[in-house]
T-cell receptor
């Protein structure tokens, strides 16, 4: 157990639908990062939050959005889902904004299947 | 955005053979991190390199950071079946988020 909790572990949904993925960071970590992992794209950085504020955006589609709540948990919202959105979605956390000393701590991921 | 390339993409070795994966960046990196992802698992942080020419060892794993801080390597001596997985390097962007390399998938044949 890494200390980063992601729910649900698996999600199957139809095209056009909307889903919400949830992440609770490791205790004491203020930064949350979302990554998408698909077979042909590797680990793609989506978005980062630090202490409730958005800090950076990567290759995140406009159909996707995220937020970090006062208790530091984060949610990733995926809407108008397409078949190509099927992937593993990882949440990671770090103590500070830079993850310099100890890197990221990843959760076990949510496997999203769009049918 | 940050481009971090890794080679090879796949590597199959006999148990006991050595293994090396290489990471190359188009720009100078302030630091580089390495992660391991077991099949069906999540990436796990292994190490961070910061200094030019730095070499760090973890048992049978040796990590190097190039003199120009544009490349790095991970070398595993005498591989074991427990070494199976995908090894990723990750370099920071200007905003300090880490962009991951494409990964090297290691298969160890008993």
């Amino acid at each position: 157990d890494s200390g980063v909790t992601q729910t649900p572990k698996h999600l199957i949904t139809a095209t056009g639908q909307r889903v919400t993925l949830r992440c609770s960071p490791r205790s004491g970590d203020l930064s949350v990062y979302w990554y998408q992992q698909s077979l042909d794209q590797g680990l793609q950085f989506l978005i980062q939050y630090y202490n409730g504020e958005e800090r950076a955006k990567g290759n995140i589609l406009e159909r996707f959005s995220a937020q970090q709540f006062p208790d530091l948990h984060s949610e990733l919202n995926l809407s108008s889902l397409e078949l190509g959105d099927s992937a593993l979605y990882f949440c990671a956390s770090s103590r500070d904004n830079r993850a310099i000393r100890s890197g990221y701590t990843f959760g076990s991921g949510t496997r999203l299947t769009v049918v | 955005g940050q481009q971090v390339m890794q080679i090879p993409q796949y590597q199959h070795v006999q148990e006991g053979e050595d293994f090396t994966t290489y990471c190359n960046s188009s720009t100078t990196l302030s630091n580089i991190q390495w992660y391991k992802q077991r099949p069906g698992g999540h990436p796990v942080f292994l190490i961070q390199l910061v200094k030019s020419g730095e070499v760090k060892k973890q048992k049978r794993l040796t990590f190097q950071f190039g003199e120009a801080k544009k490349n790095s390597s991970l070398h595993i001596t005498a591989t074991q079946t427990t070494d199976v997985g995908t090894y990723f390097c990750a370099g920071p962007s200007t905003g300090n988020q880490f962009y991951f390399g494409t990964g090297t998938s290691l298969t160890v044949i008993p």
